[in-house]
C-alpha cells in the first residue's frame, strides 16, 4: 500500500488532451490538467508530454485554451460585476459595484454573430455576451436584493432581458414576438444558449463526456466524548 501511494498521488492529476494558444499566435498541442471544478480557471497546467512536468500558465502566457472535446476558455479583461447573490450576504437595495479584471471566460456558445461565455467565482455566476466582430464580451446584468421598502422582501432584477433584446435588435430588427419570448429568458445555461444558437442560426451539440471519474485514497477519522454527571461513563 505504502509503496503505491506515490502512484495513486500521480493519478489524481487528471491531463487530458487539448491546446494552448500563445500570446504570440502560435498553438501549442499537448496535454491539460482537467480539473471540474465549481469556479473559472485562474492558471491553466499545460504539458507537451506526458513524460514532462506540467507547467503553469496564466493570461500573459496564453489565450485561449482548451481540452478536446470538454471545454475551451478565452482570456478577456472585463467588467466583472461584485454584488451577491447568496441569501446571507444581499446587500439592501441594487448593489452596482464591479471591478475590471482579467479572467479566463468559458465560451458556452460561439458562432459567427454573438457567442457566450460563462464565469463563475466564489461570488457568483455571471454571463457574458460578445458582438462580432473584436468586440469586448459584456457582462448580462442581473441583480439579486433585499428591498429597502419592504422587510423580508426579495427583488431579482433582470435587466440582462434588455439588453438580449437590443442584441437581437441589432442582427433581427425590432420583434414584438421575438421581444416576448426574450421577457421569459431565465439566467441559465440553456435559455440564453438557446438564444445565441437562434442568433447564429446554428443548433447545439451537447458533449459526450463522462464527468465521473475513478479516486483511490485513504481517510482517518478521529473523534472525542466525555462524560459528567449520574453516569456510567462519567470522567471516561
Known sequence: FL??????????INLKKGYI???????????IDYRERGENPELVRFTKSLDEKTLS??????????????VRYEGYVVSVSQSQ?????????????SKRDTVFL???SAGDKISLYKYRDKIKTRFYIREHPNSVPQELIRHVFLNPDKDGSMVTLDRFRLQLINVNRNFNGSNGSDEAGINRL????????????RINQVKHVKQRVSKTRFFVGAGLNVSHASYSGQTRLAEA
Open 21 to 31: 494558444v500563445k500570446q504570440s499566435g502560435d498553438t501549442l498541442r499537448g496535454y
Open 85 to 97: 447573490e447568496s441569501l446571507s450576504y444581499l446587500s439592501k437595495g441594487v448593489d452596482t459595484t
Open 3 to 12: 509503496l503505491s501511494l506515490p502512484v495513486m498521488a500521480h493519478a489524481q
Open 186 to 197: 431565465r439566467y441559465t445555461d440553456s435559455d440564453l444558449i438557446r438564444f445565441v444558437e
Open 106 to 108: 468559458e465560451v458556452m
Open 57 to 70: 500558465l496564466g493570461f500573459e502566457d496564453c489565450s485561449p485554451f482548451g481540452i478536446d472535446g470538454i
